[in-house]
């Protein structure tokens, strides 16, 4: 899960991180109060869960309150990158002497959380990477240790900083490392950590994603999900236990497992057509689970087709055809579907579906071909001119 | 010979009163695997299904019952506990079956582990099964014969496809291990590979891979260096979109890596075929048996 930039700035504050004075607002008015409360030049920030967004036009500054008022009203409705923004922070516009980046990511290769810094902040990190990586300098957190004083020091070292700035760098690295570790985080980032004028340091933008695990320990954090973070689809299928990707192609999939899910995918482009979702229903998956998944999938406009492969074990194929029926009722799109059952009482499963018209499979390539095949008879279908239709079109 | 479970293996399970806790003991003493004791702290004292004995600490219940082998079906805000549990206990060996643990709960599992000589496989994995010996795990048990191939997946139901596969084809497994699909877990395709290389009875590998991480091409540089064993590999997600979680939470290609092309090249560069599709892969084992 993404948090916000003003979210993660607030998470910031609370673990001795410095942060702007700012705060967010969702209506020009409120950014006219705060910029009045701030005084001088303030920077307005929109808030949504994209990259990129000073060049969208996303971030401007504004040198008084009705300036603040006007330019928030510019930016909160617009679209960045086909999400819209609802709320915009405003914080005082900083004297930037450099920029630092700071960041922790868990590394999965080395088992620990590594901190990176470097002294080309306020750039993408991954092209600072690509193009100049002798200037990132990253090390491994011992997890029992945490982030150690030396350790931050070396780093200030390593980046350039003058000494009288490794004591407060030293303390936001660890202020950082206590909100990675206190949030559950997968990855917390402050980029550009700055150094103003005065020679202060200050984080001039945050970002942090959760991990969504350990979310039943952090209530207060899982609230501050945001709408932006995930698709409707998504939204109900998290809600339904479901793990659901949107993709672009025509071919809806409905798989108990990831692994199975993602290899029926791929088994889909090995055919010649394209998947329009992954979606793992999970193991031991109930009938209304199933319904709700398959709800899902049609409500994609791009379907013209949907393959069920489903492996038992622990799912049950009677269960899975249940669900199947129930949700067929429901619906009313018609589009072919292919069935795939095997394991687990898959004679009972495929009785009960005998008289729902779908085409069955035995294998998963012989289900991948007769998917691929449907939708492409369906895609055709709906191409051909139908005379008939037409002209009561015309009239 | 078999790698890690067989029929000297004695288990203990940890969550054994719980739903799919009590299930699976049912289904592992049906296969014929000896389940010697089961913990649920409270139930001590008591018989769970198949009348296996409960104790409320690991501890006792590896001291009463010879325990060797441990699988913790307990929910994921408890299961860290569990694996230290059996870790502390001494058991040398912990499958935990359960899904969703913290990464960070994990990372600091996996680093104290490193420091005693207990081998967990998982989490969020189905377990292994050695045929006809010990199934221990959630796996469906009548899809696999005993035989020479030996196959290691972080997947769950694409290890049954695959697997099935080989069985209809009349090719048996000496041991199939499924390793777990989240981004640090106890045993990775290195540990497993090098157990098969030195198994006397498995004569191929079956690799099962999929999206995320480095493990695959730490695998590759294993096979092509220390591996004698022919190995015949598949990556899931070659249409995985970057930056979307698949499921596992392991299963996710960040930053432009852990995409299936670079694993299935670095494989490929160790020379291990490396199948297009998962029906390919029963066929490219038979053609080398």
């Known amino acids: 899960m993404k948090l916000q930039e003003y979210q993660v700035k607030r998470i910031f504050g ?25 005084g001088g030049t303030v920077v307005i920030k929109s808030q949504v869960l994209v990259g990129g967004r000073g060049k969208a036009g996303g971030i401007k500054l504004a040198k008084s309150p009705a300036e603040a008022e006007e330019v928030a009203g510019r930016i909160l409705g617009m679209d960045i990158k086909g999400l819209t923004v609802k709320k915009v922070l405003v914080d005082p516009a900083a004297d930037i002497r450099q920029e630092i980046y700071l960041g922790m990511v868990l ?18 990190i991954e092209e600072v990477a690509a193009k100049t990586p002798e200037k990132i300098f990253s090390l491994a957190i011992d997890p029992f240790l945490g982030l150690r004083e030396y350790q931050a020091r070396d780093l200030a070292i390593s980046i350039g900083l003058p000494k009288e700035q490794f004591a407060p760098f030293a303390r936001i690295c660890q202020g950082l490392y206590a909100a990675y570790m206190g949030c559950d985080a997968s990855l917390a980032e402050i980029n550009p950590l700055a150094v103003l004028g005065d020679g202060s340091l200050k984080a001039l933008d945050g970002k942090m994603v959760l991990d969504d695990s350990a979310l039943f320990r952090h209530a207060d954090l899982a609230a501050m999900r945001d709408e932006d973070d995930e698709t409707a689809e998504e939204r109900e299928a998290r809600l339904n236990g479901l793990s659901y990707v949107k993709l672009d192609g025509q071919i809806g999939c409905m798989v108990n497992g990831a692994g199975l899910a993602m290899a029926t995918m791929d088994i889909i482009q090995f055919y010649g057509g394209a998947p329009a979702n992954f979606l793992d229903v999970g ?15 049609l409500s994609d406009p791009n379907v013209k087709a949907v393959l069920f492969n489903i492996f038992g074990g622990i799912t049950r194929c009677d269960e899975v055809a249940r669900g199947i029926l129930v949700a067929l009722k429901e619906v009313e799109r018609q589009v072919p579907m292919v069935v795939r059952l095997v394991g687990t009482n898959y004679e009972e499963g495929r009785a009960i579906l005998a008289e729902a018209k779908m085409v069955t499979a035995e294998t998963l390539a012989e289900a991948a071909q007769k998917a691929v095949a449907a939708a492409a008879a369906t895609t055709a279908a709906a191409e051909t001119p139908q005379h008939g239709a037409r002209k009561g079109g015309v009239s | ?11 203990l399970v940890q969550g054994i009163t719980g739903r799919e806790g009590a299930f699976h003991t049912e289904q592992m003493i049906a296969y014929g695997t000896p389940v010697v004791a089961g913990v649920t702290p409270g139930k001590g004292g008591t018989w769970g299904v198949g009348n296996v004995p409960i104790f409320e600490t690991v501890h006792e219940a590896v001291t009463a019952t010879g325990a060797n082998t441990s699988i913790i079906y307990v929910p994921a805000k408890f299961a860290p506990d569990a694996i230290l549990e059996a870790a502390d206990a001494g058991v040398p060996l912990i499958i935990c079956i359960t899904e969703g643990i913290p990464a960070l709960d994990m990372m600091k599992v996996r680093a104290y582990l490193d420091t005693t000589r207990s081998r ?19 796996m469906p048990g009548h ?10 997946s972080r997947s769950g139901t694409l290890t049954y496809e695959v697997v099935y596969a080989l069985t209809l084809r009349g090719i048996g497994q000496s041991t199939a291990v499924g390793i777990g699909g989240d981004p640090i877990n106890g045993t990775s395709f290195v540990d497993v590979l090098k157990l098969f290389e030195n198994d006397p009875e498995t004569r191929q590998v079956v690799m099962i891979g999929e999206i995320g991480g480095t493990d695959e091409e730490k695998a590759a540089e294993f096979i092509a260096t220390k591996m004698t064993k022919p190995v015949t590999a598949f990556i899931a ?14 299963a996710i290609i960040s930053g432009g890596k852990g995409t299936a092309a670079d694993k ?11 199948a297009r599709h998962p029906g390919e892969i029963a066929e490219m084992v038979a053609e080398r048996m």
């Open chain 2, 143 to 152: 899809i696999h014969t005993r035989g020479r191939v030996g196959v290691v």
């Open chain 1, 283 to 297: 193991g031991g998956a109930q009938a209304d689970k199933v319904a709700a998944a398959l709800r899902i999938i």
């Open chain 2, 264 to 274: 299935i090249a670095a494989l490929q560069a160790a020379k291990v075929r490396v």
């Open chain 2, 1 to 11: 010979m078999s790698i890690l479970v067989n029929k000297d293996t004695r288990l």
């Open chain 2, 120 to 138: 967990l496989i998982g989490p969020n994995c189905p377990g292994l099964i050695t045929p006809g010996e010990a199934k221990v795990g959630i």
């Open chain 2, 237 to 250: 997600g070659q249409t995985a979109p970057p930056g979307k979680r698949m499921g596992h939470a392991g």
């Open chain 1, 14 to 38: 609370q673990y001795g991180v410095p942060v702007p004075s700012g705060d967010v607002a969702t209506t020009p008015a409120e950014a006219r109060a705060l910029a009045e409360r701030i």
């Open chain 1, 107 to 124: 590394d999965r290769a080395r088992r620990r959380v590594v901190v990176m810094a470097s002294s080309e902040g306020g750039v993408d």
